[in-house]
């Protein structure tokens, strides 16, 4: 199969293991994520994949064939960093084309792909500027430029936008991915920044601790959270201890806000996630939940509350056009376990 590998890498650093048994694959002109907290072995897999490291085992693969042992320069890869470090005394021109100047290339060849990524980047007629009169996000198209240039079998982007305020931010992530897209561009985007990673990426790769917590696409982690951690760390932090037992022949799960009918392979002691987009403010739903609101924060088009269920604080989402209480209020809310329960590793 065509596109990149990774077969079981670890790699440690004295006492530190920063990467265990890491395997994934991304697909040629795919746009993989790789997401997770500061620490937890993402720059240091794309040291590995780069050449920039060795790992202690596993093996790197493109097209089914090692690269363990191929220096950096004939994987064919470029990388783009978040201090892209523009080249202060060369202009955009020669700043894009430095790699292809690198290959000895002819100068009519050079001169045509350099003004084809500058369109593709949005950049069109930039070639004569100097890169100190353009603003952060001119100087991050003209770094994404470069690295397009060479048209590398893969494009890896580490923390590419983390230097940038964030309404710039969100507007490149959408332009970035369609830059990738149009030029069908097989690439690994490493972030901490779990909105950037589930908006340009075709599938996500979630990291803990040098360890692959879950795979799948952003529909996918958001929807159903392999564990705990993954949960957290995507701001699901309704998180309720409890315990799956047989009652009446059937599997239930108990828990401090009531039992719920569960259809799962988990036994005993596991940890209950009620969704913070699963509730709402009337009695449709077929359980309650009363409480007294202990917390209002606006977040654009939804609000959250947070509610003091019994010493039990939970979070809920609501949209901002509902009439929604105020603090200090007793609430009751509703929700339908099959919807709004899920049922986690403890």
């Avoid at 198209?141 to 940038?164: K, T, W």
Wanted: aromatic fraction near 6%.
């Amino acid at each position: 199969m065509k596109g990149l590998e990774l077969r079981n890498i670890h790699k440690s650093f004295g006492e530190n293991h920063a990467l265990v048994g890491v395997s994934f694959r991304v697909e040629e002109s795919e746009i993989v994520a790789v997401l997770g907290p500061s620490g937890c072995g993402k720059s240091t897999l794309l040291g590995i994949i780069a050449g920039l490291e060795t790992p202690d085992q596993g093996d790197v693969l493109w097209d089914d064939v090692s690269l363990v042992n191929i220096p950096p320069h004939l994987r064919e890869f470029g990388l783009m960093f978040q201090d892209f470090t523009l080249f202060p005394h060369r202009n955009v021109f020669d700043n894009v084309a430095f790699g292809l100047q690198m290959w000895r290339l002819p100068r009519t060849q050079i001169n045509k792909r350099v003004e084809e990524v500058l369109d593709l980047v949005g950049l069109p007629g930039y070639g004569l500027r100097d890169v100190n009169t353009l603003s952060g996000g001119e100087g991050q198209r003209v770094a994404l430029a470069r690295s397009l240039a060479p048209r590398p079998r893969l494009l890896m982007l580490d923390e590419p936008l983390g230097s940038l305020d964030r309404n710039l931010r969100e507007r490149l992530v959408l332009e970035l991915k369609e830059i990738l897209r149009q030029s069908r561009q097989t690439a690994l985007y490493v972030t901490h920044d779990q909105e950037e990673a589930f908006t340009i990426a075709d599938r996500v790769v979630v990291m803990n601790a040098g360890r692959v917590a879950q795979i799948g696409t952003p529909q996918e982690i958001y929807q159903k959270p392999g564990g705990v951690f993954v949960a957290n760390f995507l701001g699901l932090r309704n998180l309720i201890p409890g315990e799956i037992i047989t009652q009446n022949n059937d599997q239930v799960v108990e828990t401090r806000i009531g039992a719920f009918p569960v259809d799962h392979k988990l036994r005993g002691k596991v940890m209950v996630l009620l969704r913070p987009d699963s509730v709402r403010l009337n009695q449709e739903g077929s359980r309650q939940l009363s409480g007294r609101i202990s917390g209002v924060s606006f977040r654009g088009n939804l609000c959250r509350l947070t509610i003091n269920v019994n010493g039990l604080y939970l979070h809920f989402d609501l949209p901002t056009n509902l009439a929604l209480p105020k603090m200090g209020e007793q609430v009751k809310l509703s929700f339908e376990p099959a919807e709004a329960i899920q049922i986690l590793p403890e």
